[in-house]
């Protein structure tokens, strides 16, 4: 095919198709801290779509095109956000907002607080609340024990202590 017979905007919008980010179906629990992280990521994308406006490219449109959807996103989530006050919660019990200290047979301490979905993070041993560990603590208690399968092996693990911010 000739050259003559493409349209640039053709061109330019080639790959531009961007889906939307998934919203999960779960219940949207959130700490203080999350919904903070929330409002912040709002923040932030509204200022990078502030600043992507002044540029006229067929990159800045992507750019823009995945800043809007991630703002969709987020407004979404604000949304259907549920606050969670952990202090409302019963201490003596692992809940959402908990932070948990567990100890298996060898020793060896393991740390998590049980957070929402967008709040997850591993790294800062960020538990979402959905995870499958996170819903094997929920409803326990200080001492309790149970059998957590970690890299394809079986560990016995007790609840060792229970803290809310």
């Known amino acids: ?20 980010r998934p919203v999960s179906s779960e219940p949207n629990y959130v700490t203080q801290t999350g919904l903070t992280e929330l409002r912040e990521s ?16 067929a990159e800045s449109k992507q750019i823009k095109m995945k800043l809007e959807r991630d703002l969709r996103y987020y407004l979404k989530r604000i949304e259907s956000a549920i606050l969670i006050d952990s202090k409302n919660q019963d201490h003596t019990k692992v809940l959402f907002g908990a932070k948990v200290k567990l100890i298996n ?3 060896k301490e393991y740390y998590f607080h049980l957070v929402g979905e967008d709040e997850a993070n591993l790294s800062k041993n960020k ?5 499958p560990l996170a819903k094997q603590l929920i409803g326990s208690v200080l001492g309790d024990e149970f059998t957590w399968m970690m890299q394809g092996e079986e560990q016995q693990m007790y609840i060792d202590e229970i803290t809310y911010n």
């Open 105 to 107: 047979t060898d020793g």
């Open 42 to 57: 709002i923040k932030a994308i509204e200022i990078s779509l502030d600043e992507i406006k002044l540029i006229d490219s």
């Open 1 to 20: 095919m000739s050259r003559a017979f493409v349209k640039e905007n053709d061109l330019e919008h080639a790959g531009i198709d961007i889906p939307e």
């Open 127 to 131: 538990l979402s609340y959905i995870a």
